[in-house]
């Protein structure tokens, strides 16, 4: 098999295979994905999103389902090999989240990315203040610790550290 050169392909739909959950709280789990390379990153810059897609729409005369997309954002480092890590808010009424809800340790969702929503430049502003709720916080914590750890020594696993990362999350 040809090597890919990233995990994920703005254009074409690939399967990732769910390779662990864990609870985060009552109804947010962290979904954690191999990706079809072993050997490559996603290829998602920081702040960007990727789309899930999943039969679970009206059903069509030939008897299968209308694919359901949605945007969500990885919490997994830009730089992770092998996989990517999404943390997703379980609601009952949600068509995606509570498909997220009932996925099992080896199930599969189609996804393709990035779609780069703000071009993050590091260093380009001394400060910077951001205001987030609901979907935005996953972006604006991406942006927020790259910006912090820039240019900072990174550990074992390659994030870069630095003290001054204040986060009020209310």
């Not at 899930?52 to 009206?58: E, S, W």
């Not at 969702?109 to 380009?124: H, R």
Request: net charge positive; charged share 20%.
């Amino acid at each position: 098999r040809a090597r890919l050169e990233s995990g994920l392909s703005p254009s074409e739909w690939r399967p990732l295979t769910v390779l662990t959950i864990d609870k985060v709280s009552p109804n947010t789990k962290k979904f954690r994905f191999l990706l079809p390379d072993e050997s490559t990153t996603a290829g998602l810059p920081v702040a960007s999103c990727l789309l899930t897609k999943a039969p679970l729409g009206a059903e069509k005369p030939d008897g299968t389902r209308k694919p359901v997309i949605r945007p969500y954002t990885p919490t997994s480092p830009p730089h992770a090999v092998g996989y990517l890590d999404l943390v997703v808010k379980v609601y009952e009424q949600g068509v995606m989240s509570a498909h997220f809800g009932r996925l099992a340790v080896g199930d599969t969702v189609e996804m393709k990315g990035p779609i780069v929503k703000l071009p993050y430049a590091p260093n380009a502003w001394e400060r910077i203040g951001m205001v987030a709720g609901g979907t935005g916080i996953t972006p604006m914590l991406q942006v927020g610790i790259c910006s912090v750890c820039n240019g900072h020594h990174a550990d074992a696993a390659g994030w870069q550290h630095r003290e001054e990362l204040w986060i009020d999350i209310t």
